[in-house]
């Protein structure tokens, strides 16, 4: 089975436990406002330009065979003296991807780590990620995930997996789906799934100023994760303004629907009081 890849970053040590290989797969159903890689969007492989030392020579343009609408053909990275241009996403069978991940299996297994798989979205490539998981079961498996999948896919892939990172964004419906593009109503149900069975999970909050940095929406989550036995931690990540710096890079501009000059109120206090180990990261 072939799936898309965009990035795979070694010495990983912020994607769960010990150091981890972490595989960024390409495409995601979500649209969330505040999204800072939006080169994980589109499914298909696509080409990046950086403007910066951009001499403006042309030659780019004097190669491009399809000037109305890109095909990634590659013409004009090679093309360009600046090295400015390439392109982000690479097909790969789920065989060699994990014959080049397990190159390092003693590595990470010395360190407590394993693989970690990322997005974009994983769970939007649900063939493919399950067998690499598969392929990969001698060595420790975790996925960071919004959890937006049928329940079917969520139930087959949580039983390959070895510890879960997951995204709780927004309770409110209404809420969510103005400001991701999609409705919660899945991810409400695959952390159902999720807390019953019986994997070790944390759950990570991209805490948005005046999005989900209210009390309401955090005492919201907070009871959903209640009683949880095997939930590790919830980590709170504060929006960061340099969100929107590689939009243009691929042809997309950046419009928050939010304050983003604003700070982001932590709610870490009502999480402890809840219980429930709380991080700010």
């Not at 360190?111 to 598969?134: A, D, H, M, R, Y």
């Not at 419906?173 to 695959?190: A, D, F, P, Q, W």
Request: hydrophobic residues 35%; aromatic residues 8%; positive net charge.
């Amino acid at each position: 089975m072939t799936g898309t890849v965009f990035d795979i970053k070694q010495m990983a040590v912020f994607d769960g436990p010990g150091i981890r290989t972490t595989v960024f797969l390409k495409g995601c159903p979500l649209r969330c406002n505040w999204c800072h890689n939006p080169e994980g969007l589109s499914f298909e492989p696509e080409l990046m330009v950086s403007d910066h030392g951009c001499r403006h020579c042309g030659r780019c343009r004097e190669v491009c065979k399809n000037h109305e609408h890109c095909t990634a053909c590659g013409a004009c990275i090679r093309a360009c003296p600046m090295g400015l241009r390439r392109i982000c996403g690479t097909r790969m069978e789920s065989k060699a991807l994990a014959e080049k991940l397990l190159k390092d299996e003693e590595f990470l297994k010395k360190n407590g780590g394993g693989v970690t798989f990322s997005g974009g979205e994983p769970l939007g490539q649900p063939v493919f990620l399950l067998e690499c998981l598969k392929e990969l079961s001698s060595i420790h498996r975790a996925i960071e995930t919004s959890g937006y999948c049928s329940a079917e896919w969520f139930t087959k892939i949580l039983q390959e997996l070895d510890y879960i990172m997951m995204d709780i964004k927004v309770v409110d419906e209404e809420k969510h789906l103005y400001y991701t593009g999609v409705s919660n109503r899945r991810i409400l149900e695959n952390l159902k799934i999720l807390k019953m069975s019986g994997k070790p999970f944390r759950i990570r909050i991209p805490v948005i100023p005046g999005v989900n940095d209210t009390e309401k929406n955090y005492k919201a989550t907070a009871e959903l994760l209640k009683g949880a036995k095997h939930l590790e931690k919830v980590e709170l990540l504060p929006y960061h303004q340099t969100a929107g710096a590689k939009y243009k890079m691929v042809g997309k501009e950046y419009i928050p629907k939010f304050h983003e000059q604003q700070s982001p109120k932590m709610g870490t206090e009502i999480f402890l009081n809840a219980g429930i180990r709380c991080e700010c990261i």
